[in-house]
């Protein structure tokens, strides 16, 4: 096997961030492969890179052994193309004249297009079924014809790589699958290397035989689709619940978004309060908003994150003076804020002696029988001398707290209504 | 093929639009007489050529911003070619280097037309190559620095002079002497000739940059060496005859509304086309009226509502055309 395309330790990205971070990658010539990944993954910018766009601040882009900057332009267009999302085409160019763009490197500077060039467009446009409406122009097609024209464009290039970013997702799913199928045919019976950025993770898995997964520039899962989409890797990647279904006859795989919030406005009139602080109780606030409960919080220093967000919801928040330890004033505040509470949570808060007291509160509610809820892992945020606050989250939970992992834990753990 | 047949068609009407020129003067219409007017006979054939060579500029010029630019309001003056050379003619007329040869104005418009291309093009780049945004913007600001410059020569001149530099910006092809008309004329078939040669790029690029990138084009060497080309040709068009408005927007338009896009057509189309318009436009301007009016009175006043009419005509989305 040839490799068809060779990532060493790529380092880019726009201006100063890097978007991938020392990526290697290895892709054989002929695989079909997807590349899933959440938004800001770095898909985007891994096409750019390996189409030549852009140039990697660090490490070595090779398509079929060559460096993809030292290929004359000419050589990688025959190499690589690309099917975008859309193409925006601001003249009106007819259909054929886009098709026969796509042998511009392919025909001299100073001769016409020859008989095979004509060949080559003329085959293009019976693959992708768009002989019909070769004249006209392409700005007056719907979305489907325009994109089929498009992959025409591309056929018509006869690249032994195609890029497919997010290149069927405008489309219905009659010509999604359409264009899916053209694709497979491509890679099937002519050897042509296909990598499609998609969303549609079902789509992915019906027509890849290997995925690639993508999180902050970094490769997280690679392999068969039954071992990369699971529901572990996907949750830990896009943040919320999915059930994932192999079907036992055809192997095929379907996914589900399991319901990740309740009904919005499932929290209505239930008061829930919140001990955060700096910033790790933001997420909570903004999702129980969204359920519709009513929120408060506390005791949280002035200016910080937490309390910034808290404000911007306006829930309710018992202040303390920035940087100053818990004083009695401000836990009573709280104590009276969270009195009305159907229930308690307590963010991944790190501890320190300033604000242990915060502790009475969750002690208080327990008391009175309100359910508590407690971020898992307090050893780890435990910066008090004698690690105070990993033993009270002992007492409590002896006391019938209740320990969550994350904020899609914690949810279906609320009360509701 | 309708776009093919009226390529043709333009080809082979344009010469005999530029020969009906010829006819057309202030001394009536029809031939000289070639014993007694033969003089006559040189000076409107002289004035039909700079007429088509300034018009063939500044359409192919129209042409290639619109398609680089991505942008149907593009055109040769976009990146303050226009006000720079304006300066440079202000400066000319007031400080009399104008009057030492019939080739001082047209070199010195010229020559601030090029100093502002190069400020335009020094302003909007970061040591690499300029982003197309970063050009337009600095094209604005450096053009509107040049304007209220112009503004101040103007109202500081004499009588005289504010007449003259007016004259000279409403635009005219009355002036060029010989040697500027050979020089210009050479100048302006290069420029075009070497856009054409470039056709295939211009097509790549109207697909966006990103797409001429993966159809195998060099972008950046594209866009720069098709931007400064244009640029030449109208630095080139204002020297000669000032400022000609409406003739770099419209033309392209109609040319690409007659033959198609494809600028292996297109350029050669507004060539000619443009060329044998503005040649008209100016045989008009010299026998409608007893008095000789600007030529870009006449280019706006026919090519504004041809332009509305194919606008009408063409309801196609994005474009006309």
Known sequence: MTTAIHLHEVTAGYRDTPVLKGLSLEIEAGEMIGILGPNGAGKSTLFSVVSGLLKPSAGTVKLYGSEIHRMPPAERARTIAVVPQELDVPVPYTVEEIVMMGRTSAIGRFSSPTAEDRLRVER??????????????????????????????????????????????????????????????????????VLMISHDLQIAAEFSRRLILLDHGQVVADGTPAAVLTEDTLR??????????????????????????????????????????????????????????????????????????????????ALEKPFCPISREALDEARKLARNAHALIMAPVPFGSGNLTNFDLLDEA???????????????????????????????????????QDVTDLIPLLPTC | MNNRRNFWLVIGLAPLLLAFCVLMGPSGIGLPDLQTQYDILILRLSRVLAGFIIGAALSCSGVVFQAVLRNPLAEPYVLGVSSGAGLGAALAILTGFAGISTTALPLCAFLMAVVTLALVYGLSSHGSTPSLYGLILSGVIVSAVCS??????????????????????????????????????????????????????????????????????????????????????????????????????????????????????????????????????????????????????????????????????????????
């Open chain 1, 124 to 193: 293009a446009l019976v693959y992708t079924d768009v002989t019909d409406i070769r004249h006209r122009p392409l700005n007056e097609l719907s979305g489907g014809e325009r994109q089929r024209a498009i992959v025409a464009m591309v056929l018509a290039q006869e690249p032994r790589i195609i890029l497919m970013d997010e290149a069927t997702s405008h489309l219905d799913l009659n010509h999604r699958l359409e264009i899916m199928q053209l694709v497979e045919r491509l890679n099937r019976d002519d050897g042509v290397t």
């Open chain 1, 236 to 317: 830990r990647v896009y943040h919320c619940n999915v059930r994932v279904h192999q079907d036992p006859h055809s192997g095929g795989i379907s996914i589900l978004a399991a319901p990740r919030l309740p009904a919005p406005g499932s929290g209505k009139g239930l008061h829930i309060h919140i001990i955060g602080g700096g910033g790790c109780g933001e997420a909570i606030l903004r999702r129980l908003s969204l359920c519709g409960y009513t929120l408060t919080s506390g005791v949280l220093n002035l200016g910080d994150k937490d309390a910034e967000v808290a404000s911007a919801l306006g829930a309710g928040t």
């Open chain 1, 366 to 404: 327990l008391t009175a029988g309100k359910p508590v809820f407690i971020a898992a892992g307090i050893e780890n945020r435990d910066y008090t001398r004698n690690r105070d606050a990993v033993a009270r989250v002992q007492v409590l939970l002896t006391r019938g707290a209740a320990l969550y």
């Open chain 2, 148 to 321: 209220s410059l112009l503004m101040f020569i103007v109202s500081v001149a004499s009588l005289e002079g504010m007449h003259n530099i007016l004259w000279w910006m409403l635009g005219n092809l009355d002036m060029p002497s010989d040697p500027v008309l050979g020089l210009s004329g050479l100048l302006v078939a290069a420029g075009c000739t070497g856009l054409w040669i470039m056709s295939r790029e211009l097509n790549a690029l109207t697909l966006g940059h990103q797409m001429a990138h993966h159809l195998g084009i060099r972008v950046k060497v594209a866009i720069l060496t098709a931007l400064l080309l244009a640029t030449l040709l109208a630095a080139i068009a204002v020297g000669v005859a000032g400022l000609i408005g409406f003739v770099g927007l419209i033309v392209p338009h109609i040319m690409r509304a007659l033959v198609g896009s494809d600028h292996r057509r297109l350029i050669p189309a507004a060539a000619l086309g443009g060329g044998a318009f503005l040649a008209a436009c100016d045989a008009l301007a010299r026998t409608i009226m007893p008095v000789e009016i600007p030529v870009g009175v006449i280019t706006a006043l026919l090519g504004g509502p041809f332009f509305l009419f194919l606008l009408k005509r063409h309801r196609t989305p994005g474009w006309i055309g």
